[in-house]
């Protein structure tokens, strides 16, 4: 009578020693079950991912909307909104550019007069033009077959960069894709931009143009100073992609402190000339990739392909442009903005100097999010420790005000060269 309760029992643990065996090898062997969790693992942050850029989108949605509220009621309290409409009508119903440049053309073959070589590419944008002007009065305009292409050396979303030879000088060469100046109306208008505010420079830290061959949609190419090739980027993080997991945790920065802080100097010093300028150069795109060295690792602010002129007084009323993980804030929100813009990515650039570490590679945020923190004032790159020295907690410091969320309390440029100078004095 007693021994049922026993034998029950023992049978009662010997099932249960056996489904935990079972669960136990379902979770611990090799199966198909682990390829599930892992697929699953990827959908979830694929997931995550598509909600980050529709909060995103939705957030840019949002401001693009009540900014052009303002720019109405800005053009109905000033009387010019129909003045707008009525430009634009105009417009549709005006010849084309091209087409008159073509009815000039055979009007002169007409005449029995053989057409200029050069006049065969005639620019149709009125920038561009003018630009072209300036170049051929100034003495820096290049004829295509004065240069002799090499080996491609980079490669950006509109350009090719060759290294190349002129005049018996080893130039570099950015030739502007052909088929963007031909699918893009607004093309031409970007590269005489580009080209108006790079031929004003003469810095010694400032790409230095050295000629411009303007000649849509072929033969529209810029030719600079050939430096080492090597930009800021690979200077700090080795010239090969790594993957995210390879930068964890982040290496102790190679090379000395002092030498960062004076890399720096040179691009603050460098955007101090752009900003003071009359009217004032909003370079837009400060990163490292944008920053040249030379055979001395000198640097050379590089690429204005996003570069505008901003008049004493405006504020950059244009959109978001640049990359998200430099940008501002402001410029995110598709808010007006100011040169102050650059000092923010400065921020970011001066603390990925410091740390040697990439942007937010601490988090699992990709573009999208990051933006979308950033915009929100949740997010900044990770600082370095303040407590080291006095010189790493200036550095701290003017990281910290160069990218605060306030415009107006970020530092000129010119007050950036003074406090980095001073930290040089700190470490020397």
């Not at 909307?65 to 105009?90: I, K, P, T, W």
């Not at 430096?227 to 930068?247: D, V």
């Not at 007084?313 to 501002?328: N, R």
């Not at 990281?399 to 440029?413: H, N, T, V």
Request: aromatic share 6%.
């Amino acid at each position: 009578m007693e021994s049922t309760p026993t034998g029950n029992g023992q049978r009662t643990r010997h099932e249960h020693r056996g489904l935990r065996g079972r669960l136990a090898g379902i979770f611990s062997s090799p199966s198909p079950n682990h390829d599930c969790c892992e697929q699953v693992a990827k959908l979830k942050e694929e997931l995550q991912r598509q909600s980050d850029l529709k909060e995103t989108y939705k957030a840019r949605l949002e401001n693009a909307q009540e900014y052009l509220r303002f720019c109405l009621e800005v053009a109905q309290e000033h009387g010019f909104l129909h003045l707008m409409s009525a430009a634009s009508n105009d417009e549709q119903h005006s010849p084309r550019i091209d087409d008159d440049a073509e009815a000039v053309a055979a009007a002169d073959d007409e005449d029995g007069d053989e057409e200029p070589e050069s006049m065969e590419a005639l620019p149709c944008d009125p920038y561009l033009a003018a630009t072209r002007d300036l170049a051929a009065q100034h003495g820096w305009s290049v004829a295509p077959d004065e240069i002799e292409l090499q080996e491609a050396i980079g490669r950006g979303t509109t350009a090719d960069i060759h290294r190349a030879t002129w005049r018996g000088l080893d130039v570099a060469v950015k030739w502007i894709r052909p088929e963007l100046l031909r699918s893009n109306p607004s093309a031409e208008a970007f590269f005489a931009q580009e080209l108006d505010v790079l031929s004003r420079q003469r810095h010694p830290h400032v790409l230095r143009l050295m000629g411009a061959c303007l000649r849509p949609p072929d033969s529209c190419f810029l030719v600079t100073e050939l430096l080492s090739g090597a930009t800021l980027g690979e200077w700090l993080h080795g010239g090969k992609e790594r993957r995210r997991k390879e930068l964890l945790p982040p290496p102790s920065p190679a090379r000395p402190l002092a030498q960062r802080v004076s890399m720096a100097l040179e691009i603050a010093l460098a955007m101090r000339h752009l900003h003071e300028q009359t009217p004032r150069v909003l370079h837009r795109d400060l990163k490292p990739s944008n920053v040249l060295l030379d055979a001395d690792s000198r640097a050379r602010v590089a690429d204005f392909g996003h570069a505008r002129f901003l008049p004493d007084g405006a504020q950059a009323l244009t959109g978001e442009t640049g990359t998200y993980v430099y940008m501002a804030p402001e410029v995110i929100r598709c808010e007006p903005y100011t040169e102050k813009c650059d000092v923010y990515s400065f921020g970011v650039m001066l603390n990925e100097l410091v740390t040697g570490e990439h942007p937010y590679i601490d988090t699992s945020y990709g573009p999208s999010k990051i933006a979308l923190e950033v915009a929100d004032g949740k997010l900044r790159p990770r600082l370095p420790e303040s407590d080291a020295d006095a010189a790493t907690g200036a550095l701290v410091d003017l990281i910290c005000r160069a990218w605060d969320a306030e415009p107006s309390r970020r530092p000129s440029f010119a007050a950036i060269t003074v406090a980095l100078r001073g930290i040089q004095e700190q470490l020397a």
